[in-house]
């Protein structure tokens, strides 16, 4: 315990020695006289008061300090999901030596759960049931519940380390700096099996058109055999193709998919189970697509004709889902199509402003355009050449993705510098290979001599090289801010890159424009009520949590909003409360009921009045990621022990428990506890300051002292 002063401990006492000194002076000689006794009380009470009220000007700060000693705690947690389960031979291992082994240790220097998706209450070791039944493994789960451990000396760690949730748990191991072992249970040889391992398709998916999905099936120890893997469509059966498994274990399968009508489509491909193979339940993968209408509806707006209107034009309409309509000013009020752009604006799905505005396009025409890119989010290409009026385009200004200022009339040639960062940006993709190089080789384009910069929000996916001198400014954009989209590309002449790559037969500007629209048009439309899973597959008994957001109409967040949702199968319906959360959001949760695709619906009132509805698919059992894997993932396992000192044993117990009692002794961590009382802010020692003077002053009345 000890006092420090906002002053030199020397100067303290100096003072107190004064104060002491001028107390004794005072009371030497009194009138009227009294007794040696009362003299020295009176001193003393006076010193004390002076002292200590001296003592509070300069901040004194009690500090008590106590050495706590803590015992170590080691923790055990065990795996309770159900890949589990296909060790089966190996639970008694678990539930009899495993337990019998920790009992071992003094019940006070060890805890046991077990985990699955989260982290189980504290178990008593003499009653432990492992079911093996939790739907996902969480490992990072583990060590978020240890954060604030003050007592953690050790982590072990029972499981067949396949993780289906949550990130990799590598990071937060080290950081807990404390010896981790793992016991791996499983077994770690591959099994002879079939299953499906991944599945790719593209992001875009239109009615009508075929869309490639790439199956990667893998194989161990059937080689030679036959499958068949099918493909279904929201359950119903499609097509089928029969596979014959080589000595290469991987091996991609395509299907092309056409979509009939527009939604969200649940998609399933089957492999045919093989004899004495380990699992069947690794058989299947499903995925959940949305399928855009098909024949967009794009308007093309010329300001003035030019050779790339016909390039764009022809290349939109080379796809047979685009319904393309172009309008090219000639005056003021006359189109080389004779026919006024209103109505076709008003029902466009993307736009495309070539040239536009220029000179000859009337103001109420720019102010249309601005206001459908406002207020209908409608989606935008825009192409900037040397005949745009800049004074006209800065009525729109605010729609831009792009900012200028010193126009002028000239061009310089300029070539497109894609850099790294874009290099998988899906608007610049085509089939052939070498994109960066294909992109940066491109002929020169004429870019209008301005200075133009990019919107916060935009993205700049190719700059300006002129004269084999890379610079800063940009050349292509793409902006999607607000729920809005938009592609600007700030050159003529680009009908070039078409005729360049013809002869190569690349398919680059054909693919620019095609990726580019697609890209346009899937435009995240904002609404009022939105309700959505936190996944879209699950396990049976799995957890289900749903989030809503509600707005109103100018989307404002509410939060006194009353949610009535629900989970629907075409046997079941299970009724869903939401509780606010703030800021607009609300969540609820159920179990899931069963096996089977299900929709989650929701309507959102206010006073009574209904804001709005949302609907979503999600589905149950059919993909138990937990089955998935038929191989004891030993490497992580290894690596959570190497990285933090710890030590892997496989299917047994092996000296773990000498190792804990060990660290048990030379661990036991002591911890300094400090109290500081601010004394100068204390009430009571203010209190007993005027006590002092109180007392002093009651015994000088009443000897009746001058």
């Given at each position: ?11 303290l006492?100096?003072?107190?020695i ?10 030497m000689?009194?009138?009227p ?13 006076r ?6 009220l ?16 803590n ?54 070791v ?6 093996f ?54 077994d ?6 079939i299953?499906?391992q991944?599945?790719?398709h593209?992001e875009?998916?239109?009615t ?8 990667s ?12 893997l ?12 029969e596979?014959?498994f ?18 969200e489509?649940?998609i ?18 499903s ?17 003035a ?7 764009i034009?022809?290349s939109?309409q ?16 006359q ?8 109505k ?25 355009v601005a ?14 050449t ?22 002028d009339k ?8 894609i850099?790294?960062?874009f ?6 993709q ?24 990019a919107?916060?929000g ?6 300006t ?26 050159a003529s ?6 005729l ?17 629209l ?14 959505s ?5 699950y ?43 703030g ?15 299900y929709?989650?619906?929701g ?12 609907n ?14 038929t ?5 992580l ?26 660290i ?17 802010s ?12 109180a ?5 000088r009345?009443?000897?009746?002292l001058?």
């Amino acid at each position: 315990m000890n006092i420090s002063f906002q002053i030199n401990g020397f100067i303290l006492a100096g003072v107190a020695i004064l104060l002491t000194g001028y107390a004794m002076f005072v009371y030497m000689n009194t009138i009227p006289n009294i007794s040696k006794k009362k003299k020295i009380v009176l001193v003393v009470l006076r010193i004390l008061a002076l002292i200590l009220l001296f003592a509070m000007i300069f901040e004194p700060l009690l500090k008590i300090e106590k050495e706590k000693i803590n015992q170590p705690v080691h923790f055990f947690f065990v795996d309770n999901s159900k890949s589990l389960k296909q060790f089966e031979d190996k639970s008694p291992f678990i539930s009899e030596q495993f337990l019998t082994e920790v009992k071992k240790l003094p019940s006070s220097s060890f805890k046991l759960f077990t985990f699955g998706s989260t982290v189980s209450q504290e178990l008593p070791v003499d009653s432990a049931d492992f079911s093996f039944t939790k739907p996902s493994t969480n490992f990072s789960k583990i060590f978020s519940s240890l954060q604030k451990e003050e007592t953690l000396a050790s982590i072990t760690i029972v499981s067949d380390g396949i993780i289906t949730e949550g990130t990799s748990p590598q990071y937060q191991a080290e950081k807990l700096n404390v010896p981790i072992f793992t016991i791996g249970v499983g077994d770690s040889t591959t099994k002879k099996d079939i299953s499906i391992q991944n599945i790719l398709h593209n992001e875009f998916l239109y009615t009508g058109t075929n869309t490639p999905f790439l199956i990667s099936v893998a194989h161990h120890g059937f080689s030679g055999a036959k499958s068949t893997l099918s493909l279904f469509e929201d359950n119903s059966f499609l097509q089928a193709k029969e596979i014959s498994f080589t000595e290469s274990e991987l091996q991609n399968i395509e299907f092309l998919y056409k979509p009939k009508s527009p939604g969200e489509k649940k998609i399933s491909f089957v492999l045919a189970p093989l004899k004495n193979e380990y699992s069947i339940e690794n058989n299947r993968q499903s995925i959940f697509v949305k399928v855009l209408a098909n024949k967009l509806s794009v308007v093309l707006l010329a300001g003035a004709p030019s050779a790339d209107i016909t390039f764009i034009k022809n290349s939109l309409q080379a796809d047979t889902n685009n319904f393309v309509r172009s309008f090219t000013q000639i005056t003021p009020t006359q189109y080389l199509e004779k026919i006024l752009p209103d109505k076709a604006l008003d029902d466009a799905d993307v736009l495309y402003l070539v040239n536009f505005p220029s000179s000859q396009t009337a103001n109420g025409l720019v102010n249309k355009v601005a206001q459908l890119i406002k207020e209908k989010n409608l989606p935008y290409f825009f192409l900037l050449t040397s005949s745009v009026d800049h004074a006209k385009l800065r009525i729109m200004q605010n729609e831009l993705p792009f900012s200028f200022s010193k126009t002028d009339k000239s061009v310089v040639e300029a070539q497109p510098v894609i850099t790294d960062e874009f290099l998988r940006n899906p608007i610049l993709q085509f089939s052939g290979k070498n994109v960066l190089e294909q992109w940066n080789n491109l002929p020169p384009v004429y870019k209008p001599n301005w200075e133009l910069f990019a919107k916060p929000g935009s993205e700049v996916l190719a700059k300006t090289r002129i004269n084999n001198i890379a610079l800063n400014s940009p050349l292509i954009i793409s902006n999607r801010l607000g729920g809005k989209r938009a592609i600007a590309l700030f050159a003529s002449d680009i009908w070039k890159w078409k005729l360049q790559k013809a002869s190569t037969q690349l398919d680059l500007f054909d693919r620019f424009l095609s990726n580019g629209l697609k890209w346009l048009h899937a435009v995240e439309q904002k609404k009022p009520v939105t309700i959505s899973t936190n996944k879209k597959f699950y396990s049976t008994g799995e957890k289900i949590y749903v989030t809503a957001e509600v707005y109103d109409e100018a989307f404002n967040a509410l939060n006194d909003a009353d949610i009535k949702g629900s989970v629907k199968s075409k046997d079941t319906e299970v009724p869903i409360s939401f509780s606010n959360i703030g800021n607009g959001l609300y969540e609820g949760d159920l179990t899931a009921p069963g096996k089977g695709d299900y929709i989650l619906s929701g309507e959102a009132f206010l006073d009574h009045k209904s804001l709005g509805t949302d609907n979503e698919r999600f589905s149950i059992g059919d993909l138990d990621y937990e089955l998935q894997n038929t191989k004891m993932n030993s490497d992580l396992l290894k690596l959570l022990a190497k990285e933090t000192k710890g030590k892997f044993f496989y299917n047994s117990t092996g000296n773990l428990i000498n190792i804990l009692k060990e660290i048990s002794k030379n661990t036991g961590k002591s911890k300094i506890e400090v109290k500081e009382y601010r004394l100068w802010s204390s009430d009571l020692l203010l209190a007993l300051i005027i006590f002092l003077f109180a007392a002093e002053w009651f015994i000088r009345k009443r000897e009746g002292l001058l």
